[in-house]
């Protein structure tokens, strides 16, 4: 079984949508980390937001996220 490893961050939840949006139509499963934080806090903090994919989708998912410009070569990637 596959870890999760992050593809993309972004402090606004939006971006990891539009991300992970892509990277749906193309078949990779994805999964938003710290999607629900602040929700649950009392005050509205900044939170990076990370878009986790299967290890194994890792090379595909960054090569989808690079040529739809979504992403720099090292920009938003841990």
Do not use: C, G, W
Not at 41 to 56: C, D, G, H, R, W
Not at 67 to 77: A, R, S
């Amino acid at each position: 079984m596959s870890e999760l490893v992050p593809v993309f961050q972004s402090s606004y939840l939006y971006e990891i949508e539009l991300a992970k949006t892509k990277l749906a139509s193309r078949a990779i499963p994805s999964h938003i980390k710290n999607e629900y934080v602040n929700n649950i806090a009392v005050f509205p903090i900044s939170q990076n937001y990370f878009l986790m994919v299967n290890e194994k989708d890792l090379e595909e998912a960054l090569k989808i996220l690079q040529e739809t410009n979504e992403i720099d070569e090292d920009e938003n990637l841990l």
